[in-house]
T-cell receptor
Framework: SQQGEEDPQALSIQEGENATMNCSYKTSINNLQWYRQNSGRGLVHLILIRSNEREKHSGRLRVTLDTSKKSSSLLITASRAADTASYFCATDALSSGNTGKLIFGQGTTLQVKP | KAGVTQTPRYLIKTRGQQVTLSCSPISGHRSVSWYQQTPGQGLQFLFEYFSETQRNKGNFPGRFSGRQFSNSRSEMNVSTLELGDSALYLC?????????????FGDGTRLSIL
């Protein structure tokens, strides 16, 4: 079963606004990763945050992790039309033993209007 | 550096047939994972291979199998195809099986079962 739950399922904003997506998971993790998927394409890795980290930045992206609440958030600042895509969180559970098994959330579909 | 390459991009089969999908990882990457993506179930882990050995397998029937060659290229096979096997099949690679490594995805093979 899916470990990650994301909200909102869909988000529509204007260019220049910020977008925040949230992810919750169920079991202890090694790390949590965020991916982007454009329609009909593969997944693009955005950020990996380890279980002992609380916040990480990459360009316009900011990810937070709260292991006590088993939740994470992805903030995209100053959004652009090109950010329109689906965003997925994925957890690398401790129980998977580094076998490459990622458990994905259902994703948030982001639409950025020009 | 070339990314993960999956062939073919699109495939149409009928029920009862079998199919083989191919994945070439990023040069130097030795771990390959496979995922199935459907609208209903989302992204689900199929299996991971490293050094020609399957290290983990998801909750899929035995009709789904895979293998990895000495050059790290991987194939997955689905026998006795069912309508529910229609999906986007994604392959991902990472350098090795150490912890906290992002996975790099190909654009997938879209399999349609008639």
């Amino acid at each position: 079963s899916q470990q990650g739950e994301e909200d909102p399922q869909a988000l529509s904003i204007q260019e220049g606004e910020n977008a925040t997506m949230n992810c919750s998971y169920k079991t202890s993790i090694n790390n949590l990763q965020w991916y982007r998927q454009n329609s009909g394409r593969g997944l693009v890795h955005l950020i990996l945050i380890r279980s002992n980290e609380r916040e990480k930045h990459s360009g316009r992206l900011r990810v937070t992790l709260d292991t006590s609440k088993k939740s994470s958030s992805l903030l995209i600042t100053a959004s652009r039309a090109a950010d329109t895509a689906s965003y997925f969180c994925a957890t690398d559970a401790l129980s998977s033993g580094n076998t490459g098994k990622l458990i994905f959330g259902q994703g948030t579909t982001l639409q950025v209007k020009p | 550096k070339a990314g993960v390459t999956q062939t073919p991009r699109y495939l149409i089969k009928t029920r009862g047939q079998q199919v083989t999908l191919s994945c070439s990882p990023i040069s130097g990457h030795r771990s390959v994972s496979w995922y199935q993506q459907t609208p209903g179930q989302g992204l689900q882990f199929l299996f991971e291979y490293f050094s020609e050995t399957q290290r983990n397998k998801g909750n899929f029937p035995g009709r789904f199998s895979g293998r990895q060659f000495s050059n790290s290229r991987s194939e997955m096979n689905v026998s006795t195809l069912e309508l529910g096997d229609s999906a986007l099949y994604l392959c991902a690679s990472r350098p090795d099986v150490g912890g906290n490594q992002p996975q790099h995805f190909g654009d997938g093979t879209r399999l349609s079962i008639l």
